[in-house]
Structure formats: structure tokens, C-alpha cells
């Protein structure tokens, strides 16, 4: 419950905070004159119908999300991510444990390549909510596949197998989604008529308190990759 708190009210506006930063880094101005930049860009795709660009930024920002989640299971980014892996009992209260780096070092690559490829900032401002929702679904406790509809969309049961403890989930299923990323790239898993028992964040050790959790990436003892 304190991620609930704590993700909408800290950790996304140090996200935010971040992409502010860059904004300022890239464009050398102040943040008026970025803004009112922004507000009135005219590029080819920003002069498409808001609901293509709305597509066209859920593809993109999902692939760029894909390999971002992908590179969260390597290595020394593994101990950030490992929080988010490390709910148990995994239901729609798991989809805001998350650790701010985690956070940030996800979202700020997705809005920069976004704004810098021109898109609408009216378009690319109802993504963040919308991705932040479907989350929270794709998590709930429920034995949803979607059918034939979820190779199009990320189901419960998709996300579901991503936190499976078992091996053989384990690094399946990284799109939040778009499942067609993991079937390009080979790390597709729904297996028909069976569905996830065990979660959690395999060999990763981590302290339940959310202090505890905070910390636990910057020990020298966190763990390297779930392998
Ligand atoms: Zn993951
Ligand atoms: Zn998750």
C-alpha cells in the first residue's frame, strides 16, 4: 500500500522531474519557451489524426519498452527490477511496486524518442495514464488470455507468466503491451490451458520493508540476473 502512495506521488514526479531535465539539457531554454515550443510543433506526424499518432506511439514506445524491460533482467539493473518481481502474491496492488530507477530509467527513453520524433504532446500525454492503467489490469489475479485477441494485446495471463517463479517463464513475456514484440524476438510464452502458480523474484533476496526495498539495489550482496 505505501507504493501506492509513494509511485504516483514521488516516483513519477521525479520521472518527471528527469525528462524536464533532459528537455532543458537538449534545448538550451528555459522550460516556458520549451513548453510553448512543444505546444505548438508542426511536424508531419504531429499532423496526423491524434488517434493515429495514439497508435503509432503505443508501437513505439512499446518496442523502445520491450528492450528497456528486457535489459532490466541483465545484470546490475536486475536488483531495481527485482522489487517489482518481488510480490508473492501477485495481484493488480503488485503494479506500482516499482522502484524509482526502475521507474525512470523505463519511461524517460520512451517520452524523449517520442517528443523528439514530433509527435502531438497532446497525443503523448494521455500515454503515461493509459500505460499506468493497463498495468495495474495485466496484473490483476485473473485467468484472462484474451483468445485469439492475445497475440494483439497483453493479457493478465501474459503478464501473469512474466512473474512466474518457475523456469519455465523465466524471462518470457517482456512487452507490456504488444505480445508481437516477444514473438519477434523469441521470448513469447503462453502455454495452452495452463496457467502460473508461483511468483516471485527467484534467487533475488529481498528485505519485504519498503526501506528495505529502496536500499537493496545499492548492496553489494543485491543480486546480479534471475538465473
Ligand atoms: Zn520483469
Ligand atoms: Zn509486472
Known amino acids: 500500500m505505501i507504493y ?11 520521472t518527471r522531474f528527469a525528462v524536464g531535465l533532459m528537455l532543458f539539457a537538449v534545448f538550451q531554454q528555459d522550460m516556458a519557451t520549451v513548453k510553448q515550443y512543444l505546444e505548438n510543433i508542426d511536424t508531419p506526424l504531429s499532423r496526423q489524426p491524434l ?3 495514439a497508435i503509432q506511439i503505443i508501437l513505439i514506445g512499446d518496442f523502445i ?8 533482467h541483465q545484470g546490475r539493473l536486475w536488483a531495481f527490477h527485482a522489487i517489482h518481481h518481488s510480490s508473492v502474491s501477485l495481484d493488480w496492488l503488485s503494479s506500482v511496486r ?8 523505463m519511461r524517460q527513453p520512451q517520452v524523449m524518442v517520442i517528443l523528439a520524433m514530433g509527435f502531438s504532446p497532446i497525443a503523448i500525454a494521455g500515454y503515461a495514464p493509459f500505460l499506468a492503467l493497463y498495468a495495474i ?3 490483476a489475479n485473473l485467468n484472462w488470455s484474451y483468445g485469439k485477441f492475445g497475440v494483439l494485446f497483453a493479457s493478465p495471463v501474459f503478464h501473469r507468466w512474466h512473474h512466474t517463479a518457475e523456469d519455465a517463464g523465466l524471462n518470457r513475456n517482456f512487452a ?3 505480445p508481437a514484440y516477444d514473438m519477434l524476438f523469441g521470448t ?10 508461483v511468483f516471485g523474484a527467484r534467487d533475488a533476496q529481498v528485505p519485504d520493508g519498503f ?15 534471475p538465473l
Do not use: C
Open 4 to 14: 501506492w502512495l509513494i509511485t504516483p506521488l514521488v516516483s513519477k514526479n521525479v
Open 188 to 197: 513469447y510464452y503462453m502455454p495452452k490451458g495452463k496457467l502460473p502458480e
Open 211 to 225: 526501506w528495505g526495498q529502496m536500499l537493496y539495489p545499492f548492496r553489494k550482496s543485491a543480486a546480479k540476473a
Open 51 to 53: 488517434w493515429l499518432q
Open 176 to 178: 507490456g503491451l504488444i
Open 137 to 139: 489490469m495485466i496484473h
Open 65 to 72: 519498452g520491450y528492450w528497456m524491460h528486457r535489459a532490466f
Open 98 to 105: 516499482i522502484h524509482p530507477v526502475n521507474d525512470l530509467l
